[in-house]
């Protein structure tokens, strides 16, 4: 029997290629034989040239695709597939386990720094289970144990995968006919003595009813726990980009007052009893609260089985099942940037900050005493009014580390199951049906946070008449809370629990079904001798994703320093699509070696967005042995996902270290005032209290800033243009080397503008004919951009298929491997890529913003020129093996257009204050070029054990402190960009692998 076995199951690539070159000598038998099991032997310098669904091995095809083994993260002690992805030179680090504040409980890919959205993760060919609503896998739940390789097409693919394959497809590659018993255990410490990781899993297999059938099962587990940054000299304390010193955020301790005050704002002294107005010097340092590496569990179970009913038919099923907790930890809670209402006759309020809210109110020296020492509430006691009763409506902005940090545990249960069949028509023509469902569950339960409605009847305290405090409302078990002591003085612990003891939850749901029918092979006859290859198919999918949101998550401002609300989300929509492919051998052993052209087409018709047709062009030639040229022509496009189609319009949290209204900015500036009085005007405030902000306005706290900003249901398909052309040198039987350049532009694309395209926009020409003026709302009690969203809409960013995305760069890898003597072997790899160009423009009318070396709060995660990643290894009597990995970042700076609207960032001498840092001299406008080495050792000590020592950050590279306020807080972190600098330093695993 036949049955195409060129991994028709998945539909995916036939060979291993380059994958073989890149492992130990160790590997070499296992990986012979898994060549050999699965029909598609290649020699170990073939170039894997897939992304298609033709599944003929004797094709190179056009799309260049680089691999990654199952032995290189075994090297490499990779745990989970964001770990390696983000590293990939074709890749941007995406949402991962450096992510912290701004992590989800995902980690995505985000391939050519065009958008998580925008490329596709597959397992075995297929389109795997979502984890919300944006359609986005959550690489946490690959199972790594089982997975034989993985292979990355960066460019488009839609054509071949469908939607969203625009910046390229991960497709993990299951280990197929596995027969034996594999069980591995690891453990990984960084030298600091913190970051254990601990992953176990066993894999067993068999063949039964006399190789007709195959079985597999693995089980794994793993447990991550957290690096604080408080655990690192240079993320002790935060730095402020801009001046160098140490920051915060200015919902501090002791409490920062933004009120009716004669300045309008000011802090409390540390002892609790003094008020000085205009003054703010403490921030609050949250960094050592905030993690570095986020704590991570998972359970996981995979099985598949395959079965020859007849001698033309085979069935085949595969089920993923996967339970995964992340835990993001950040700083303690407290009352934040919400208005509250607090009574002048509180017994906490200390006199000097009641003296100075009768001056800001401009009460009498008798009006202040008699609502100073009433001792009733609103009502006597007879319940008629209280004339003596104050009330003042102002910021109290109280950080609150006495009722401890504020968690979100993400706990994602997910399962994904496919069955189908498949066999062949003819010798040269083979057929597969398929179905697969699967449900991802994702439960966010968060706990530290205040509750709003809470915490202001806790505010309002008033004397007991026994010496003592309670609440004037005493309902629902109410304590008094005191916001405006010193540390440790926060009230009693019953006040605690009544307002931050309490969970909230939000569940988020996906579902994908998918059905799809192919056939594909070679039609017997073509223009040369080799036949014409083809596949033909058809697919249906449905998404399906639901948000479920408590009262309090839901409802904005309700949860105090929780962002945004999570209101609830309900939508669906369903796909079908057609589609053919054909590769033609046009030429062979003729005036040139090999010529063959490609050619592919898709009809797809979303039940949302209309229809859509994508087609692709290419071909390669090889005019001599040795040298192949190769390129293809894509149109591309992406539907609308859940998401942006159906998410109602809500307010949360971005980044924005200089607020041009903020503080003596606009004095003397008659635009500029005009302009932010006019949005203070806008979020409800009388002109004369707006003007009376002018001069005294707080820049964003940590950084942060509100935005407004929704689905929309009126969005349509965006459209993309990829191409690429190289070429494959193979001097050598082992030596090969492939040079690409690639080419995306995405029209029509899902975009929102970026924060600077409206506050550059505005501010750089103020006046209230200016449009995106109009997009800013400012608060109406204390004319900054921050905060509660229920009262500061911010800027208000609109989604629309306005925006262009434009990259283009170079990629090249060269592969060599050799024996330098009958006992000793010697490989070397490395990929690098060359990236020209990452244009953003969200409008029009917007900035046209370049991103590719650059860091700012507009272009998230770091995207450095060059990127390469090498590996050398020497193999001693197929016993030993010596790995040496050098990973390189081209050197970034400071976004020149950011740079010109906020001026420089901070140059010079650390000051006191900044922790060990101090006295360091920096630079917050570059970060230089860096390297990372990782040394691994591997001994086969048996027949069936091995051993894996691995040192990765071998030189203990320390990052690049660039301050906390000079990107987006994601990515921008503890000082640092963790996501794309080692924050951990050296650390050292060791692994241990037993098979039968």
């Known amino acids: 029997m036949k049955l195409n076995t060129y991994f028709k199951a998945s539909s995916a690539p036939a060979v291993l290629g380059l994958a073989l070159l890149a492992q130990p000598a160790l590997a070499q038998d296992v990986a012979a034989e898994d060549e050999e099991t699965v029909g598609a032997p290649a020699p170990a310098a073939a170039i894997v040239v ?58 995505f890919v985000n391939l050519r720094g065009v958008g998580s959205n925008r490329n596709l993760v597959l397992l075995d060919g297929r389109r795997f289970t979502p984890a919300d609503t944006t359609g986005r896998v959550d690489l946490n739940n690959i199972p790594l144990a089982i997975i034989e390789r993985t292979e990355i097409l960066t460019g488009g693919a839609s054509t071949t995968y469908g939607a969203d394959a625009i910046g390229g497809v991960v497709n993990f590659v299951t280990k197929t006919d596995f027969e034996g018993l594999e069980a591995t255990a690891s453990q990984q410490i960084t030298e600091e003595g913190d970051g254990n990781v601990f992953r176990a899993d066993v894999t067993i297999g068999a063949n039964f009813d006399d190789g007709r059938g195959n079985a597999v099962l693995s089980i794994g587990y793993q447990n991550q726990d957290a690096v604080y940054q408080g655990d690192r000299d240079f993320s002790l304390f935060n730095i402020g980009s801009f001046s160098g010193a140490a920051g915060g955020s200015s919902n501090a301790i002791p409490a920062v007052i933004v009120g009716p005050t004669p300045a309008g704002f000011g802090q409390l002294t540390d002892d609790g009893q003094g008020y000085l107005d205009g003054v703010f010097d403490r921030p609050f340092n949250f960094n050592p609260f905030n993690v570095f590496l986020t704590p991570f569990e998972r359970f996981n179970v995979y099985g598949s089985a395959n079965y020859e009913v007849s001698d033309n038919v085979e069935v085949f099923t595969q089920a993923v099942f996967s339970k995964n907790t992340v835990s993001t930890i950040i700083a303690p809670g407290g009352s934040f940037f919400n208005t509250y209402q607090v009574n002048l006759n509180n017994p906490f309020m200390p006199d000097a900050l009641a003296n100075a809210f009768c001056d800001g109110l401009g009460l009498t020296a008798a009006e202040c005493t008699a609502g100073r020492n009433t001792q009733f509430g609103a009502t006597l006691a007879d319940g008629s009014a209280n004339p003596d009763y104050v009330e003042i409506s102002t910021s109290v ?34 057929w597969e049906v398929s179905g697969s469902y699967g449900e991802s569950e994702r439960i966010q339960r968060q706990g530290g946070f205040a509750r709003f409605d809470r915490l202001q009847q806790s505010l309002i305290a008033i004397p007991d008449g026994a010496g003592g405090v309670q609440c004037a409302d005493t309902s629902g078990g109410c304590a008094p809370i005191n916001l405006f002591g010193p540390f440790g003085d926060l009230g009693s612990q019953e006040a605690i629990d009544y307002v931050f003891n309490l969970t909230q939850q939000v569940i988020t749901q996906a579902s994908l079904t998918q059905a799809q029918a192919v056939i594909d092979g070679d039609l017997g006859f073509g223009i040369s001798a080799t036949p014409i290859s083809f596949a033909v198919g058809a697919e249906y999918r449905k998404y399906t994703a639901t948000r479920l949101s408590d009262e309090a998550s839901q409802t904005p401002g309700a949860v105090v320093g929780g962002g945004g609300a999570a209101p609830d989300i309900d939508g669906s929509y369903n796909v079908k699509d057609v589609f053919a492919e054909f590769a033609i051998p046009v030429i062979e052993d003729s005036f040139v070696r090999e010529l063959t052209l490609e050619a592919g087409g898709r009809y797809s018709d979303y039940s949302t967005a209309g229809s859509e047709f994508t087609w692709k062009v290419g071909g390669t030639l090889t005019p001599i042995d040795g040298i192949t040229y190769r390129g293809n022509y894509q149109r591309s496009s992406r539907a609308p996902n859940i998401g942006e189609l159906f998410t109602p319009v809500t307010t949360g949290l971005s980044n924005l270290a200089v607020d041009p209204c903020a503080g003596t900015n606009p004095v003397g500036n008659a635009a500029l005032t005009a302009v932010c009085v006019s949005q203070i005007v806008a979020g409800g405030a009388t002109q004369a209290f707006a003007q009376s902000r002018i001069g005294n306005i707080l820049q964003p706290a940590a950084g942060q800033i509100n935005v407004t900003s929704g689905g929309n249901p009126n969005v349509g398909v965006e459209t993309a243009t990829t191409w690429t052309v190289g070429a494959i040198i193979e001097p050598l039987y082992n030596l090969s080397l492939t040079i690409d350049y690639f080419n995306i532009k995405v029209e029509d694309a899902i975009t929102t503008p970026t924060v600077d395209d409206l506050v550059g926009g505005c501010y750089n020409n103020p006046s209230a004919a200016n449009p995106f003026c109009s997009l800013i709302v400012r ?104 790995s040496l990995a050098w990973r390189y970042l081209d050197g970034v700076e400071f976004e020149p257009l950011q740079r010109a609207q906020s001026g420089d960032a901070f140059v010079g001498t650390l000051p006191e204050g900044t922790g060990p840092v101090a006295g360091q001299e920096v630079d917050f406008n570059t970060i230089p070029a860096e390297s990372y080495f990782d040394l691994s ?43 794309t600098y080692d924050a951990l330093g050296r650390r050292y695993a060791a692994a241990v692998k037993l098979r039968f």
């Open 779 to 882: 608060s109406a009690a204390t004319g900054g951009l921050d905060g509660s969203p229920n009262e500061v809409p911010g800027l208000l960013l609109s989604l629309s298929n306005l925006g262009t995305i434009e990259t283009d760069g170079i990629d090249v890898s060269l592969n060599y491997r050799t024996d330098i003597t009958d006992d000793i072997g010697f490989r070397f790899n490395t990929y690098g890529t060359w990236t020209n160009r990452n244009l953003f423009q969200a409008t029009p009318t917007s900035i046209n913003r370049e991103c590719v070396s650059y860091y700012s709060v507009n272009c998230g995660s770091i995207q450095p020129e060059f990127v390469f990643n090498t590996r050398a290894t020497f193999s001693f009597y197929d016993e030993f093996d010596v």
């Open 937 to 979: 050792l591997r001994w086969a000590a048996t027949e069936n054990f091995e051993f894996i020592v691995t040192v990765q950050n071998l030189l203990d590279n320390k990052p690049t402190i660039v301050g906390s306020d000079i990107g987006s807080t994601a990515f921008n972190s503890g000082n640092i960009y963790p996501s």
């Open 397 to 430: 902005r109280r950080r609150t580390p006495e009722a401890g940090s504020r968690t979100s545990d993400f706990t994602t249960t997910l399962f994904n199951l496919v069955g189908g069949l498949r066999g062949d028509i003819t010798d040269s023509i083979g």
């Open 50 to 107: 897939t992304g298609s669904r033709i599944t003929n091995p004797n094709l190179e095809l056009a799309s260049p695709v680089s691999v990654v083994s199952s032995e290189d993260l075994e090297l490499a002690q990779t745990n989970v597939a964001e770990e390696f992805l983000r590293e990939l030179p074709s890749a941007v680090p995406s949402v991962g386990s450096a992510v912290n504040n701004g992590n989800g409980g995902s980690s």
